[in-house]
C-alpha cells in the first residue's frame, strides 16, 4: 500500500456520502459562490461572525446577488456549539433574510459542519432552511464535490455514529465534538490532506471547509507565495532600473507574508510529498472562512473560470490594497473591496487531474 493512502473504512465513508449527495448541475451561464465557517452567536462578545458581519452581508446583497450568483455555505455557519439556533436566527435577521432571497429563486445550497451538525437531526419544519451534508455540483460532466471537511476526521465521525439524541442532548451542548481543527496545525494538515487524497482517487475537485486555511490547486498560501518570489527572481535580472524597484518593493512585501505564513505552519507540513508520492494534482481547494482578521475568503465559479477572492473593509485593513500585483474592486461607494488571490480556467484544472493522477 502506497505510504499516503487513505485508509479502506474512511473511503467507504465518503463513498457513502458522494453517492447520497444532492447534485447540483451548472450550465454555462451559472455562477456560484461558496463560504464556510461564519461561525454565527447571539451578536455577544463570543460571537465570532460580529467583526465581518456588516462586510458579509454587504457583499450578499450588493454583489453577489445581484449578480445572480448561486450561494453555497459549506458548514459551520450556525454556532450551535455556544447559541441556540433562535438567538442566532432572532440576531442575525438581514442575514437570514438575504439567504431567502436566495433560496426564492432556487439558489441557496445550505450545508453542515460539525459546529451545526445538530440540524441534521432536526425535523425540517423547524429549519429556516432545508441543510444537506454534502454537494455534488457537475460542470460540464465533470465532478466538483462540496463537504465540510470534518468528516475525514476519526473523533468527529465517531461522534457522529452516536446519534442524534446524544449529540443533540450531551455532546453539542458540552462543546464535545465540536473541535478548532483550525487552531491545531496537526489537525488542519490531516483533514487537507486526506480530504486530497480522497479526490485525487475518485478524479473529482474537492472543495472544503473547516481549517479555515484558504486552498488553491491544494496549495497553501504559503506555497503560493514561495512560487511568486521564485518568479520574481527570476524575472530580476533582464528587468529595467525602474522595474528593479518595483521588484524589490514586492519582494520585501512577499518575505513578510512568508515569514507570517510559515509562523502559522506546522515545519513538517511544507512538502508536497506528505500529500502524496508523485506530482501534486490541483484538486482539492478551501474556501477559507468568514472570520478572518483580514477580511472574508471564497471560492467563485463563473464564466467558466474558479477563484480564491478576498472581500475586506478598508478601514479594518490595508493588506490587499497596498500589496503591488493585486487589483482591488471597490464595493460601488462603500469601504469595501474585492480581491482576486488567485484565478485558473476550470477546464484546465479538471484537465491536470484527469492527466496527473
Known amino acids: 500500500m502506497e505510504r499516503n493512502a487513505l485508509k479502506r473504512d474512511l473511503r467507504r465513508m465518503l463513498d457513502h456520502l458522494l453517492g447520497q449527495a444532492p447534485v447540483l448541475r451548472l450550465g454555462a451561464g451559472d455562477k456560484l ?75 441557496l445550497c445550505k450545508l453542515v459542519g460539525n459546529h451545526d451538525l445538530a440540524l441534521l437531526y432536526r425535523p425540517p419544519a423547524d429549519l429556516p432552511f432545508p441543510v444537506t451534508e454534502t454537494l455534488l455540483v457537475e460542470i460540464g460532466g465533470k465532478r466538483l464535490w462540496l463537504f465540510h471537511g470534518h468528516q475525514v476526521y476519526r473523533l468527529n465521525r465517531a461522534f457522529q455514529a452516536m446519534g442524534s439524541f446524544i449529540l443533540r442532548k450531551l455532546l453539542l451542548p458540552l462543546g464535545i465534538g465540536n473541535f478548532t481543527t483550525a487552531r491545531s496545525p496537526s ?65 520585501e512585501r512577499l518575505k513578510r507574508e512568508f515569514i507570517e505564513q510559515q509562523r502559522r505552519d506546522h515545519p513538517s507540513q511544507r512538502g508536497e510529498n506528505l500529500y502524496h508520492e508523485g506530482p501534486l494534482l490541483p484538486c482539492l481547494f478551501n474556501s477559507g ?34 500589496s503591488a500585483g493585486y487589483e482591488p474592486q471597490r464595493l460601488g461607494d462603500s469601504d469595501y473591496y474585492r480581491v482576486v488571490l488567485k484565478e485558473e480556467d476550470i477546464d484546465y484544472v479538471f484537465a491536470r487531474i484527469e492527466l496527473l493522477r
Not at 490531516?190 to 488553491?216: D, N, Q, S
Not at 504559503?222 to 518593493?249: F, H, M, Q, W
Not at 465559479?301 to 479594518?316: Q, S
Open 187 to 251: 489537525r488542519r494538515f490531516h483533514v487537507e490532506k486526506r480530504a486530497y487524497l480522497y479526490a485525487r482517487e475518485r478524479g473529482m475537485l474537492a472543495v472544503i471547509g473547516h481549517t479555515h486555511r484558504p486552498l488553491f490547486e491544494s496549495l497553501s498560501r504559503l506555497d503560493t507565495v514561495k512560487i511568486e518570489i521564485e518568479n520574481l527572481c527570476r524575472s530580476y535580472p533582464a528587468a529595467e532600473e525602474g522595474e528593479r524597484r518595483e521588484l524589490r518593493e514586492r519582494m
Open 289 to 322: 472562512s468568514g472570520i478572518g482578521r483580514h477580511g472574508i475568503t471564497a471560492i467563485e465559479i463563473a464564466a467558466g473560470r474558479i477563484a480564491l477572492v478576498i472581500w475586506f473593509d478598508r478601514r479594518r485593513s490595508e493588506q490587499y490594497a497596498e
Open 33 to 107: 459562490v461558496i463560504f464556510s465557517d461564519l461561525h454565527m452567536g447571539n451578536g455577544g462578545r463570543k460571537d465570532d461572525f460580529v467583526p465581518n458581519a456588516e462586510l458579509f452581508l454587504a457583499v450578499l446583497r450588493r454583489h453577489y446577488l445581484q449578480q445572480g450568483f448561486i450561494l453555497a455555505l459549506n458548514g459551520d455557519i450556525e454556532d450551535l456549539a455556544g447559541f441556540s439556533l433562535a438567538s442566532i436566527a432572532t440576531r442575525w435577521l438581514e442575514v437570514y433574510a438575504a439567504w431567502q432571497e436566495f433560496a426564492e429563486r432556487g439558489a
